[in-house]
């Protein structure tokens, strides 16, 4: 069963930068698209980025041109540089990996955006 452990979450003051990552315990080919979504409260889950090789980044549109998605295929890993953020980013961020038509998903990390 492939399982997906996220890291990096916490409290910034608005304007602030996080590094979230995202480690999947056994292979993950570059080919399959691996990425993160997010939840606020009282909202429905969003897409915030995806990568996979040969294609360009996906984002979703609030968080073009401030956040960043990465993947370390070495190490199953992805990664989502956070920058520029605001109160209206948190929310609990969820890695997840599509393979074979079956979606897996991390457990979640929690971003707080407050002065």
């Known amino acids: 069963q492939l399982q997906l452990v996220e890291s990096g979450g916490g409290l910034v003051q608005p304007g602030g930068s996080l590094r979230l990552s995202c480690v999947g315990n056994?292979?993950?080919?570059?080919?399959?698209?691996m990425g993160w979504y997010r939840q606020a409260p009282g909202k429905q889950r969003e897409l915030v980025a995806v990568k996979r090789s040969g294609r360009d980044a996906n984002y979703g549109d609030s968080v073009t041109g401030r956040f960043t998605v990465s993947r370390d295929n070495a190490r199953n890993t992805v990664y989502l540089e956070m920058n520029a953020l605001k109160p209206e980013d948190t929310a609990i961020y969820y890695c997840?990996?599509?393979?074979?038509?079956?979606?897996?998903w991390g457990q979640g990390t929690q971003v707080t955006v407050s002065s």
């Open positions: 997840y990996v599509r393979v074979e038509q079956k979606t897996y």
């Open positions: 056994r292979t993950i080919h570059s080919s399959v698209p």
